[in-house]
């Protein structure tokens, strides 16, 4: 199967961004990234600093945020808007207004009946990274991972416009679906999709997935003692993208709402248990 127009672009567009430069033409490239996208850099190292436009891109904390540490708190896994969230109707959520994904085809073929009818009447948060983004997610409560599957796609934009025009934008991009368990035994979904420019989404652990290169066909990775902590690093975005997060009914109790923007570390909902 050849690759699609969207993924050869972030090929060639993720080798320029990964060229380290001499350093001064480099400080140029990254000062002007900067500069256009309205980058806050007063949290991460001067912009010199970073050898490769993709250094700058996946850049992280000189210090870690504080958060709540109360298990009933769930934090925002990244800074992002959230272009939508709210309750899924069956398996249905909101891409945007007006216009619907189903979580099952979201999911994919290797998540069994049984696990995609766990979060049917659940909850969805859409969480768009721009550009301007940081780029790194981290988890949202303490939590074990059951299962990560690869499902290989395209790499549309996942900006607003596109939201907007693109039916089903998510289900035909190329995204990651990550199984977590809570300590008490509740489902929820972390799903990374990737987007235009680049289009590398980094699981930090499980290396063997790897996003915008040659794979044609879905990778599963099931794990038996895999627990994370809130607040751990696990990865990030080489340019922007989205994280949704779908979970069981009543499950959680959101405290943000649509067309917001959000931080890493922000207590985004109660967790119900």
Not at 42 to 54: G, M, Q, R, V, W
Not at 57 to 64: I, V
Not at 114 to 119: G, M
Not at 144 to 161: C, D, F, Q, S
């Amino acid at each position: 199967m050849n690759k699609h127009i969207t993924s050869l672009i972030s090929q060639k567009f993720g080798k320029f961004a990964s060229h380290k430069f001499p350093s001064w033409f480099q400080r140029i490239v990254n000062q002007s990234y900067v500069s256009l996208m309205g980058l806050d850099m007063s949290e991460f190292h001067s912009p010199a600093t970073y050898k490769s436009l993709n250094e700058l891109f996946t850049r992280r904390l000189r210090e870690n945020r504080h958060y709540s540490l109360d298990g009933a708190d769930f934090i925002s896994p990244c800074d992002s808007l959230i272009s939508e969230c709210g309750d899924l109707d069956e398996s249905y959520a909101l891409q945007i207004k007006g216009m619907q994904y189903s979580t099952d085809e979201l999911l994919g073929e290797n998540f069994s009946d049984e696990e995609k009818k766990a979060v049917h009447n659940g909850q969805f948060i859409n969480f768009y990274l721009s550009p301007k983004d940081y780029h790194r997610y981290h988890i949202p409560m303490n939590l074990k991972v059951l299962k990560a599957v690869h499902i290989p796609g395209k790499l549309y934009p996942v900006n607003m416009p596109s939201l907007k025009k693109r039916v089903n934008l998510f289900i035909e991009n190329e995204r990651v679906v990550i199984k977590c368990e809570t300590l008490d035994k509740k489902v929820f979904y972390m799903v990374l999709v990737g987007a235009l420019n680049v289009g590398v989404m980094q699981v930090s652990f499980e290396p063997r997935i790897k996003t915008n290169a040659n794979a044609h066909s879905q990778s599963v990775y099931e794990y038996e003692e895999l627990y994370l902590n809130k607040g751990d690093d696990f990865g990030c975005f080489e340019m922007g993208s989205t994280i949704v997060i779908i979970s069981e009914e009543n499950m959680f109790d959101l405290l943000v709402s649509g067309k917001k923007s959000v931080r890493y570390g922000q207590t985004i909902a109660k967790y119900l248990e």
